[in-house]
C-alpha cells in the first residue's frame, strides 16, 4: 500500500515538473516576443510606410506580356508585337505593332479591368491573358 502511494506520489510530482517546464517555456516565448505597444515608434512608422507602399504597388504597371508574331503569310521575322503594361486590377495599356513592307503602324488600346471597349485581335488577347497574374 505504502509502495503504491509512494509511485502515485512519484507520478503526480513528475506531472506537475512537465506542467511547470511547458509554462516556464511559453512564458519565455512571450517575453521573447515583442508586442505591438513595446515596439518603439520608428518601428511603427516603419510599418505604416510598407503598408503604404504596398497600396501604391498596386497601381504600378507591373505585369508586362509581349507577343511576337507575322501579321502577314508572305512576311517572316516575327516582327509585329503586341504589348500589355497592365496594374494588378487590370488597367493599363495593350500596344501593337504591324510590321508590313513598306511600312509599319502603331496601335494603343486603353485596358481596364482585364478587357478593352475597341475590338482586339487574337494578338491583342493573348498579350493580355499572359500577363494577368
Known amino acids: 500500500m505504502q509502495l503504491a502511494l509512494a509511485i502515485l506520489a ?8 512537465a506542467l511547470a517546464v511547458i509554462g516556464l517555456r511559453r512564458q519565455a516565448a512571450q517575453a521573447r516576443r515583442p508586442s505591438a505597444e513595446s515596439l518603439p515608434a520608428d518601428v511603427h512608422g516603419l510599418r505604416q510606410e510598407v503598408a503604404a507602399l504596398r497600396a501604391e504597388s498596386g497601381d504600378a504597371l507591373r505585369h508586362l506580356s509581349v507577343v511576337r508574331y507575322d501579321a502577314f503569310g508572305d512576311m517572316g521575322g516575327h516582327l509585329s508585337w503586341s504589348v500589355a503594361l497592365l496594374d494588378d486590377h487590370g488597367h493599363g495599356v495593350v500596344l501593337t505593332s504591324i510590321h508590313g513592307r513598306s511600312e509599319a503602324r502603331t496601335y494603343a488600346k486603353n485596358i481596364s479591368g482585364w478587357t478593352c471597349d475597341q475590338q482586339l485581335s487574337p494578338e491583342e488577347e493573348e498579350a493580355i491573358e499572359h500577363a494577368r497574374p
Do not use: D
Not at 512519484?10 to 515538473?17: E, F, G, K, Q, T
Open 10 to 17: 512519484l507520478l503526480v510530482a513528475c506531472a506537475a515538473a
